[in-house]
């Protein structure tokens, strides 16, 4: 029977009842944990069982033993009260590290030394010595109860109590930093709608171009500060450009921006930008904290040694876009992450208590990480310090505040919490930030001013981020201040809007149904106007433009063309009485209006690519995908095609003297070289041009001489005196460039006397 209480004692759940004691008393514990709980109670060590659990359940003892117990103390316990009055060790020193209690062992082994929380056997142990569970450090690896009695009172305190008990602080804790992630999301938004318009260079080092990024920066509104940089931007400040840098890293992992295949420029892309910032809070916030754990090129650990002037990294690698500096921590800055999600910091707590939370949790991971990764950082507790000092500061995920004695505390709020992944309590979330903005059904409600001058004020703290998101595609943001941003409609920024899918109707109801007042008459017809001109602008990837100086002759020329085109969909634009444009590679009829009409001139888009290649004497081949409709009519004039070896893919053609004479019968040459030239892959080869030369003017000439010898002055003024002597102009055959001088070989000791009379030393080669 006594076996079989006993078994039934240590299968309970919930607080230690007196039922449960006696039975653990009667097997469970040995004679030395009687003693040890009887002494602990104020009893005889060797009281009666009975008396030493109705001494458990007396109101008045636990009631004083309670009212002894410091803060911290007391919410353990209230934190097993709230689990039901019982827990593993184990569990509940990992719980209280997740609230950020920090390590809360010694305090346990108080609490055990007085009994308050009793540790139980586990199934199949008996004879307990409690003592020697203390005394070993393994009374965590017990469950660990309290009376009944203290379940009862402090059961509703563990939400109360929170890590703040733990800190010594005094009085309230004032924010210094306030979580922004709006401010970063607007930044994002600024920079990466500017990239669309026009690129950023980089350097050789992958570092952004500081004249072309200072374009970018100056709207950027850097941490705590209300405003843009405006003229206080100073890219020489390692912090400014550092945070620009960050920026950069998070919008090339959320793709809005990329570079390009020789890593010179970054571009802005707008389908990646649109999909972003018109998708849901929840989707945004999944986006942010993906981007910000998977960072390649971007380094926390080297961010804040610039901040606290440890060290000082590779000033160039650092802000590099195409060095991966951050790569090597994306393992260990989602283990910190993951960390602080599964924690419960709901309120103040300081922050080495979760700098402690971050490294104790599982002490090996993240420097066996580190180590792996190795990126340098010999101690864990650096890297964690670097992603909450740094890394979740620059995200704007994270509040800071300090006491009145210096206490630094952090705490995850609002949508600091969501996007970390914290499961934020609703009653204090609303209680705490209840005025901090609109509820979501009075968000974009009167959020901006639609003024006569085509200006737009825009109250950010009111306005839905889809709605900014639209302002960036029809204004340009020429103001941010105080939480209110100025956009200025220009005819170019509304229309470049409507190349990107708006349209006058769209942007109209936007302004109306997010403005105080409907937007003025002058500038809906201004943006209807804007949206007309638009319409007539019309971009035309290829054609051919024709010109002829008799306009009546271009208008025979057009309908004969028109004949050819019936029952085709060809378009003809008329730029003037002697232009016309047709938007198409390769009309049907031009090439046969060419070969009949000389006086016509035909422009393609674009310079005309070489096409032609000389691969034998007057030889050349073509390849008919790459010649343009000029150079294949022009070769069919010159050359005759050759058939072998003449394929689909390339044409060979043998050039005709008489046809060149024939097409250009006036400065043959020049024409047909001039012809050649362009198209000629490297130009015309020498040799050819010398052979067309000789064909089309007179056979070249060339005059060897035998037995003679070259004389080579120092300079051209020696060779001029030298040639006026009379008895050289006797010997000398010919001059040969500015310097020499051709004498044959039967005048050769003349030649020597002539130079030793003029002092003039000969060296022979």
């Avoid at 017990?142 to 059961?155: F, G, S």
């Avoid at 950069?248 to 389908?271: P, Q």
């Amino acid at each position: 029977m006594s076996k079989q209480r006993n078994d039934q004692g240590r299968s309970q759940s919930g607080p230690l009842t007196t039922d449960e004691l006696e039975s653990l008393f009667e097997r469970g514990y040995g004679l030395s944990s009687h003693r040890f709980i009887s002494q602990a109670w104020d009893l005889d060590p060797d009281e009666d069982p009975e008396l030493i659990a109705s001494q458990i359940e007396d109101e008045d003892q636990v009631a004083e033993r309670l009212k002894s117990l410091d803060t911290v103390p007391r919410a353990i316990l209230s934190q097993v009260a709230a689990s039901g009055g019982r827990m593993r060790g184990e569990n509940l020193r990992r719980d209280l590290l997740l609230r950020g209690f920090g390590d809360t062992e010694d305090i346990l082994r108080d609490l055990v030394n007085q009994c308050i929380l009793v540790p139980i056997p586990n199934p199949g142990e008996s004879e307990l010595d409690i003592e020697a569970l203390i005394d070993q450090d393994s009374f965590l690896q017990h469950d660990l109860a309290v009376p009944p009695l203290v379940e009862h009172e402090l059961n509703d305190e563990a939400e109360s109590l929170g890590p703040e008990a733990v800190g010594t602080w005094k009085g309230s804790i004032e924010t210094t930093r306030d979580q922004d992630l709006d401010a970063l999301e607007l930044n994002l938004l600024h920079l990466s709608s500017l990239l669309q318009q026009e690129p950023l260079r980089l350097n050789k080092s992958g570092a952004p171009n500081r004249r072309s990024l200072r374009r970018f920066a100056r709207g950027i509104a850097f941490p705590g500060d209300r405003g843009e940089a405006g003229d206080e931007l100073d890219l020489n400040d390692a912090i400014q450009l550092d945070y620009l840098t960050f920026l950069l890293a998070m919008a090339l992992e959320l793709g809005f921006i990329e570079k390009d295949e020789d890593e010179t420029v970054v571009n802005g892309r707008h389908e990646e930008v649109r999909d972003y910032f018109c998708a849901s809070e929840d989707d945004r916030n999944r986006r942010l904290i993906n981007a910000f754990q998977n960072l390649e090129y971007w380094s926390e650990v080297e961010s804040l040694s610039l901040a606290i002037a440890q060290r000082h990294p590779d000033y160039e690698e650092h802000f590099s876009l195409t060095e991966p500096t951050g790569e090597s921590f994306i393992g260990a800055r989602g283990y910190v992450l993951s960390v602080l999600r599964r924690s419960r910091l709901k309120r103040w707590t300081r922050r080495e208590a979760i700098v402690e939370l971050c490294s104790r949790l599982d002490p090996n991971y993240l420097p066996r990480t580190l180590e792996n990764a190795d990126a340098g950082v010999e101690d864990a507790l650096d890297y964690i310090e670097a992603v909450l000092d740094r890394g979740l500061v620059w995200l704007g995920a994270s509040e800071a505040g300090e006491s009145e004695d210096g206490v630094e505390a952090l705490r995850f709020q609002g949508r600091g919490a969501e996007v970390i992944g914290l499961k934020a309590d609703s009653d204090e979330t609303t209680s705490e930030h209840e005025d901090d903005g609109p509820s979501p059904e009075d968000e974009g409600e009167g959020c901006l001013v639609v003024q006569p001058n085509y200006e737009v004020m825009l109250f950010l703290d009111a306005a839905p981020l889809d709605v900014i998101f639209h302002l960036y595609h029809i204004g340009e943001r020429n103001n941010l201040s105080e939480r209110v941003a100025n956009f200025q409609l220009t005819a170019e920024s509304v229309q470049w809007g409507y190349s990107h899918g708006l349209d006058a109707d769209g942007v109209i109801e936007l302004l109306n149904d997010n403005s105080h007042a409907p937007v003025p008459d002058t500038v809906e017809f201004q943006l209807r106007d804007w949206e007309r001109v638009h319409q007539q602008l019309k971009l035309y990837a290829d054609g051919v433009l024709l010109r002829h100086s008799d306009a009546d002759k271009l208008d025979l020329i057009l309908g004969q063309l028109e004949h050819d085109w019936r029952g085709e969909d060809i378009e003809t634009i008329r730029l003037g009485p002697s232009s016309v444009f047709i938007p198409e590679d390769d009309p049907p009829g031009l090439e046969r209006v060419i070969e009949q009409e000389d006086a016509l001139d035909i422009d393609y888009l674009g310079e005309i690519p070489p096409s032609l290649y000389f691969v034998d004497s007057l030889e050349l081949m073509a390849d008919p995908l790459e010649c343009d409709l000029v150079t294949l009519s022009e070769l069919e004039k010159i050359a005759d095609k050759l058939e072998e070896p003449s394929s689909e893919g390339s044409q060979f053609y043998k050039l005709s003297i008489d046809a060149i004479k024939a097409r250009w019968p006036d400065n043959t040459l020049e024409n047909v070289v001039e012809f050649l030239d362009v198209r000629t892959a490297g130009g015309i080869p020498p040799g050819q041009a010398l052979k067309l030369k000789s064909l089309l003017q007179e056979p070249l000439h060339a005059t060897l001489s035998e037995d003679v010898f070259v004389v080579i002055l120092e300079s051209k003024i020696v060779a001029d005196h030298f040639g006026r002597v009379p008895e050289c102009e006797m010997i000398i055959e010919e001059r040969v460039g500015e310097r020499a001088f051709t004498v044959n070989e039967e005048h050769r000791e003349e030649l020597d006397e002539i130079l030793e009379d003029l002092k003039i030393k000969a060296s022979y080669k």
